[in-house]
């Protein structure tokens, strides 16, 4: 007999993210081509009813009961959409987060590997680089416009 019989790790690989969002993805189509037709029939089963309450009660009985089923049906249905659709913005959100906090691990390795082994000429470019955005910083103030002079331009496209 096989020890591992509850051991699915040992036969199966785990599957990505991505492979378990695209199943949760296919697995809400089918619930709403379902969803779809279970709708079709309640109402074929409403005219049905409506059609055959006059003639033959038994027969609008049935289709109202078979209605009714459906119905359940449906709200059940809803139900698995949801859960389906909840399932997979919580995996696609886990993705992202994963994927956040992988890109800090890097930073964080990067920060390392500048503190671990600091070198002069990488300190002075270190260094210098605050100053030379501070020059452009500066610079900037070419580029600043005056407010009256806006004003007195806007007054005379309007004229």
Known sequence: MDDNFCDKTTSEKAETPQELILKLRKGERIMLTTQAYIEKNIQQNAVEARAKVK???HDALAALERKLILEKRLKRCDGIIQTLEFE?????????????????????????LVNIDPDPNDLEILVRTPADDDVSVSNMEEYTV???ELLSELRELQK
């Open 146 to 148: 005056n407010q009256e």
């Open 88 to 112: 997979r913005q919580l995996l696609e959100n886990a993705k992202t987060d994963a994927e956040v906090l992988q890109a800090m691990d890097t930073a964080v390795k990067a920060l390392k």
């Open 55 to 57: 003639a033959n009660v």
